[in-house]
């Protein structure tokens, strides 16, 4: 599988999570405060919520059921009740295209 055009960059709004869906993988995409774009999963590890209806916070996003905040970077949850990691895509921008393969995730370690 190859990289899918995911939205374009001037659709998503600073420090808000942006919900795209391709190939079937459900992905909240974040442009952080700094420029810089992200792509983790969108499913909770503690719940069947979206995270990209919850709340970007510097490098996190954060659920708005429990509040459990997710890395961008690492995709790790930094406090409870989650305790599983979300998946973090590769992301590349071409020109006004935001490109995210859903099959090669991120390695965190
Ligand atoms: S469903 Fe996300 S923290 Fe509980």
Redesign the pocket.
Known sequence: MSASRACALSDLTQDEAHRVEIDGVAIAVVLDGNGEVHAIGDL?T??D?SLSDGFVEGETLE?W????AFSLKTGRPLNL??YEPVPVYEVVIDGDDVLIDPSVTKATA
């Open positions: 909770c503690h719940g919520i659920c059921a429990h509040g459990s009740p989650a």
